[in-house]
């Protein structure tokens, strides 16, 4: 069991955790590479170089680069590591190893206030995108928790899985309703309504940054939080902490990371799943580490798994949210089937 004392982890242990973190992020930078050099027209390597060390507006080689893969690429390494965060502290605050935004319908919340919005209100700007997404996320959590947390058993993982299932199914069948009676809303969002990279300039990163990089300092001042909360919060309140408030402070990263992961990049399911379990086996369930490995691990699986579907559907391609689904699926299957998941 974790405790305040055994988290204070000898030098043996931190070095090899170090040296993981650094070769993560040297794979992370590979996939960036590849991101940005990988597309529907195949560029040669020298061009690629060329576009981004000597920068012509004129040539169309050069802009596919800078108007096309540069964004694409780094609204996967923001909305990936925001997913990746937000699905950590998701299942430390419910003890929960079946939590995850796409899950529990926090994604699909956002989607669907966005998907208002836009349909009775006109909103047409990431900023307005941002603030509906927030509001969806924040109603669909609390929606969620307070279904789960009915009878007996309180909120067991299983019911609050089934739970934010059925929710999910909910706010995306309430969101398909809406994009087929109103051909405008649904011409311009069909792509994003899947999860995806693509189709999004360098306006999106610039306006979504700050509210990113408040829920980055957020996610990554809770590990005290976690780590006590992951002993139960009578042990939590012995220790000190107020567990309350830090489990408010949590969800309010969680709804600003996935708020804005979602109005960048559309409801993309499982990353926030799966992610956290791959870094959990490296790391044990130390969030001092885990939140850092999640939030380098968790990009990298989203580049990689977009870069697969431009890949294996030439001339076109298929939207990461769809590649995310057919990686994460089975994968939640086989959490679900474990008698016992490691938390």
């Not at 981004?52 to 096309?68: G, K, R, S, T």
């Not at 996935?258 to 130390?286: E, K, N, S, Y």
Request: proline letters at 6%; glycine letters at 12%.
């Amino acid at each position: 069991m974790l405790t305040e004392t055994t988290t204070v982890l000898p030098r043996r242990r931190r070095t090899p955790l170090a040296l993981g973190l650094v070769l993560g992020l040297v794979a992370l930078g590979l996939a960036v590479v590849a991101s940005i050099a990988v597309g529907a027209k195949g560029l040669p390597p020298s061009t690629v170089l060329d576009a981004l060390l000597h920068h012509d507006p004129a040539d169309p080689d050069h802009l596919i680069i800078w108007e096309v893969r540069i964004p694409r690429t780094l609204i996967g390494l923001l909305a990936g590591a925001a997913l990746g965060l937000a699905g950590v502290i998701i299942q430390g605050v419910t003890r929960n190893p079946l939590a995850d935004p796409g899950i529990l319908g926090v994604n699909a919340g956002a989607s669907l206030c966005i998907v208002v919005a836009i349909s009775l209100a006109g909103i047409d700007s990431m900023t307005g995108y941002v603030w509906f997404a927030f509001l969806g996320a924040a109603l669909a959590a609390i929606l969620v928790y307070g279904i789960g947390s009915l009878g007996r058993d309180r909120a067991t993982p299983l019911k609050i899985a089934l739970t934010g299932a059925a929710c999910e199914a909910a706010f995306r069948s309430l969101t398909t309703g809406i994009l087929v009676t109103d051909n405008a809303t649904y011409e311009q969002f069909r792509f994003w309504q899947v999860g995806s990279l693509a189709g999004r300039d360098s306006a999106v990163v610039t306006q979504a940054l700050p509210f990113l990089i408040a829920g980055f300092v957020l996610a990554l001042a809770s590990p005290r939080i976690l780590n006590g909360l992951a002993l139960g919060d009578d042990v939590a309140r012995g220790l000190g902490q107020n567990v309350a408030a830090g489990r408010a402070l949590s969800a309010v990263a969680v709804v600003v990371l996935c708020g804005t992961a979602t109005a960048m990049a559309g409801p993309i399911a499982f990353v926030g799943l799966v992610v956290p379990h791959a870094a959990r086996l490296i790391t044990g369930p130390d969030h001092r580490w885990l939140l850092p490995y999640s939030m380098v691990l968790a990009p990298l699986v989203l580049l990689a798994a977009d870069i697969i579907g431009r890949l294996v559907a030439q001339p076109g391609e298929l939207q990461v949210g769809i590649v995310t689904a057919a990686i994460g699926a089975p994968v939640f299957i086989a959490l679900v089937r474990r008698k016992r998941v490691r938390g």
